[in-house]
């Protein structure tokens, strides 16, 4: 049996918490793939300030809803949901009061605004804070060409928490402006938040109480260049800090607390959290930092000091760097009551408020439990998936090798239960973005495929985010070169360990994830046995003239420096698009793509397709025709992976 370099990511949900999982023998069976891609019983939950009540969203009727439950009474009501819309984020403005934005299910699930609603806990006061239908807006977005007088989708950046039922929120404009406005939740009346720097403002920083501090804006129609405007109050003039190239920032502004501006900035190779220095115009103290991942998002606010208390850190495993004692504590408590667990803390609305616990593992989709620190117990709450049993998933592994120019690559590497680990066969599955990574969560996919027998591999390859910015900028304008070549050696290294069998290599991934897949079979048609590509991008040039960034010239720009300009590397994505190199496939492809998608049109799939079918290619081919860039709809997803589980048997099947 060969010995793998590996180290433990997030796994078994065990300890003191096991009370709580459901404790079975493995079963010989897989696990019906259903299983994995049914609708989660629980999206998100959230307590109220006081830590009384719980607001969850769950699947009923069809639809994404809202439900609160009075964790004394134990009475629970469901007090919003939509026909044709989901409740997708939710935040309580008071103890008695919640706002939550709503998205359109038929659109893209990764878009993070839309409607705008609030609502009383007890279901009254319904206010709709959207000027437009919340169904319409998203598809708005994308078919309105003129400037419309009203924002097509709002995000909701904070309640006030001043009393009031007031929060901020950002609008968006169809023309691509955007605006924060103050909301009176009960009322709907809004003002706009006056700002006036130059340039087209794209990010907003707010304090405690609610004031616009810092203003990043775009200094030309393409966006190639950025300042960060800064003032100290609402009665103070702006001031620039800084002017730099968009993609090559000395710093990024995330928050803000008493102590001063805190901003993101390089620190050994990844990114941390400073202190600004206001006084000599520079990035000052270090707060936190990682050696293996960058630190640059999800800071957390003490309630009542609003002072930062804490800086998430998605580090392996992922934790919270605490800065409050008491918090460390609690999360060290945690920690060793659930040591294979990773368990986020979210502070109530003082420090004698229960807080919410959510626990979650590689093999455990995650619960979410309720503290209290007065009598120090945790409180069973909610379960996100309970029929997936944990002692029957497959830990995510973390493991590290070399590209073939020495470049690290940090990977993930899950195993099938109850098999060696001798000659496995292997998923390939590479992440979509491409600017974007995996971690240790639960992923159903994956899970799904290590069900069947496969060993899954998931590279961070070059142009990956969260790994330090030379490990993203070593990605540009490597589409189909030495981000394949990322895939390719860690096929290379688990072969050479003995861990995989080279005749038994599939490739699969989604978006960019797909162009991987069907790239791979182009570049290196001898290494897999076959491909699967979901949604993914087949000709380059596509990228820069048709979909949802057609005409947005920042999209367009940015675009010419990550991934090539068209007009002088036209050879190049010739050469590295699947639908023009078709001919070199020999492995069977299966496709599989949304007929309204906007991000990777259809034509992607159908060229691709038209032309293995040229050349006389196996391969299988499906279309959704109510799915955008994604595979939202329950029904569909079954129907798509009960292909891809056939097709996996028919073409590289796991006991073979």
Not at 96 to 109: G, H, K, M, P
Not at 222 to 227: C, D, I, L, N, T
Not at 447 to 459: D, H, I, K, N
Not at 523 to 550: A, H, M, N, S
């Amino acid at each position: 049996m060969p010995s793998i370099r590996l180290r433990l990511a997030a796994s078994l949900f065990t300890g003191a918490f096991a009370t709580l999982a459901v404790c079975v023998a493995a079963q010989a069976a897989a696990p019906a793939l259903e299983q994995f891609f049914r609708t989660p019983a629980i999206r998100i939950a959230s307590l109220s300030p006081n830590g009384r009540y719980l607001a969850s969203t769950a699947m009923l009727g069809g639809s994404v809803q809202l439900t609160v439950v009075d964790l004394q009474t134990r009475e629970a009501k469901k007090i919003a949901g939509y026909a044709d819309v989901d409740i997708f984020r939710i935040e309580w403005i008071s103890n008695d009061r919640l706002a939550f934005n709503v998205i359109d299910r038929t659109s893209e699930q990764n878009a993070s605004y839309s409607g705008l609603f609030a609502i009383d806990r007890d279901g009254t006061r319904e206010r709709a804070l959207s000027a437009m239908p919340a169904a319409l807006m998203l598809r708005a977005r994308q078919s309105f060409n003129d400037v419309a007088a009203e924002p097509v989708a709002y995000d909701l950046v904070q309640p006030l928490h001043d009393g009031s039922a007031g929060i901020i929120a950002l609008g968006y404009f169809i023309n691509g402006d955007i605006v924060p406005y103050r909301i009176d939740s009960v009322s709907g009346r809004r003002k706009a938040i006056d700002f006036s720097v130059t340039g087209r403002a794209h990010d907003f920083v707010f304090d405690a109480a609610n004031r616009l501090r810092v203003v990043t804006a775009y200094m030309d129609s393409e966006g190639a260049r950025s300042a960060v405007w800064y003032r100290d109050d609402e009665a103070q003039p702006w001031r620039k800090l800084a002017e730099h190239a968009t993609l090559n920032p000395p710093f990024r502004a995330i928050g803000i607390d008493p102590d001063g501006l805190l901003v993101v900035a390089g620190v050994h190779g990844r990114d941390g959290v400073f202190r600004y220095n206001m006084a000599d115009n520079k990035v000052g103290a270090l707060v936190a930092a990682s050696a293996d991942a960058d630190v640059n998002d999800g800071l957390v606010f003490d309630p009542q000091t609003h002072k930062l208390i804490g800086v998430r850190v998605r580090s392996e495993p992922p934790h919270t760097e605490w800065l409050d004692p008491q918090y460390a504590a609690l999360q060290q408590g945690l920690d060793q009551a659930a040591p294979d667990m990773v368990s986020q803390v979210t502070p109530g609305g003082d420090a004698a408020s229960p807080r919410l616990v959510f626990s979650s593992s590689s093999t455990d989709p995650g619960r979410y439990l309720r503290y209290d620190p007065a009598t120090k117990q945790l409180l069973p709450l909610l379960t996100r998936m309970p029929w997936i049993v944990p002692a029957q998933m497959s830990p995510k592994l973390v493991f590290d090798y070399k590209a073939r120019d020495g470049l690290p690559i940090p990977s993930y590497l899950t195993l099938p239960k109850g098999r060696p680990v001798n000659r496995l066969p292997l998923i390939v599955l590479p992440h979509g973005g491409p600017a974007a990574r995996d971690d240790a969560s639960f992923d159903p996919q994956v899970q799904f495929l290590a069900s069947r027998g496969y060993a899954v591999l998931q590279p961070q390859f070059r142009g990956s985010t969260g790994f330090g910015e030379a490990h993203f900028r070593k990605g540009f304008r490597q589409w189909g070169l030495r981000m394949q070549d990322d895939l390719s050696d860690g096929i290379a290294d688990l072969v050479k360990q003995g861990a995989v069998d080279p005749a038994r290599v599939c490739i699969m991934g989604a978006s960019y994830g797909g162009y991987a897949a069907a790239m791979g079979l182009v570049k290196d048609p001898q290494q897999y046995r076959c491909g699967i590509d979901l949604l993914g991008v087949t000709d380059i040039g596509y990228l820069f003239t048709i979909g949802r960034w057609e005409g947005n010239k920042v999209v367009a720009f940015h675009s010419k420096i990550t991934i090539g300009d068209p007009g002088q590397m036209r050879d190049q994505f010739v050469a590295t698009s699947p639908a023009l190199q078709a001919a070199s496939i020999r492995a069977p492809l299966f496709m599989a793509y949304g007929e309204h998608d906007t991000r990777v049109p259809l034509v992607h799939g159908e060229d691709l397709r038209d032309a293995l079918k040229k050349h006389g290619k196996v391969y299988e081919w499906m279309t959704f025709p109510d799915e955008e860039h994604g595979f939202t709809i329950e029904a569909n997803r079954f129907r798509l992976y009960r292909a891809i589980d056939a097709f996996l048997a028919k073409y590289n099947p796991a006991g073979a």
